[in-house]
């Protein structure tokens, strides 16, 4: 009898774990692509590490492949939240103006770029994109001081928003 009831308990338990855990919600996966690209940008920022406080980075709208169902609104978003959320981070603005003096000296300009140049992967449980993330960040003024980053990855289909904006938190 007692073995029949360890049984029982192992089974169910075993049956449990089995199960897999809901997928991730649109801002989770967003989430995780813009934590990332943020904590690799700030690996090696081409501001000095003790003056991190003193910089502004001021977004341009990002750039989205159409082929992504993803508004670049809601890409600068989830970038600048993934941003301010690391240690050693810049302020940041998602917003930059048309135009600027050279005197800015602490500012930089993002452009981010995300682009899914070969077709999806077809799983059994999903549909993975490949894509690739750029940054290019630039002094305001100065057109020749560029500082390029790039990463590249695949993210679930399913998991990432629709055309329409991201819910408020």
């Known amino acids: ?3 029949l009831l360890v049984s029982i308990l ?6 449990c774990a089995g199960l897999s855990q809901s997928p ?4 989770e996966a967003l989430r995780g692509l813009a934590d990332n690209a ?7 920022p081409p501001w000095s590490f003790e003056n991190a406080s003193a910089v502004t980075v001021l ?9 992504l169902p ?11 939240r993934g941003l301010l959320s690391q240690e050693n981070a810049p302020h940041v603005l998602d917003w930059a103006p048309v135009s600027m003096s050279q005197s800015a000296s602490q500012q930089w ?8 140049e070969t077709p999806p992967l077809h799983l059994s449980d999903r549909i993975l994109q490949p894509y690739r993330l750029q940054f290019d960040l630039s002094r305001p003024g100065d057109e020749g001081t560029h500082w390029h980053w790039q990463a590249s990855g695949a993210v679930d289909l399913d998991a990432l928003p629709s055309d329409d904006a991201l819910p408020a938190p």
């Open 59 to 67: 977004m341009r709208p990002a750039q989205v492949d159409a082929s």
């Open 38 to 44: 943020a904590r690799g940008l700030l690996e090696t």
């Open 10 to 15: 192992v089974m169910t338990l075993a049956g």
């Open 24 to 27: 991730p919600d649109a801002r």
């Open 70 to 80: 993803i508004t670049p609104e809601a890409l600068n978003e989830a970038l600048a």
């Open 109 to 116: 300009l993002l452009q981010a770029r995300l682009s899914a």
């Open 1 to 3: 009898m007692k073995f």
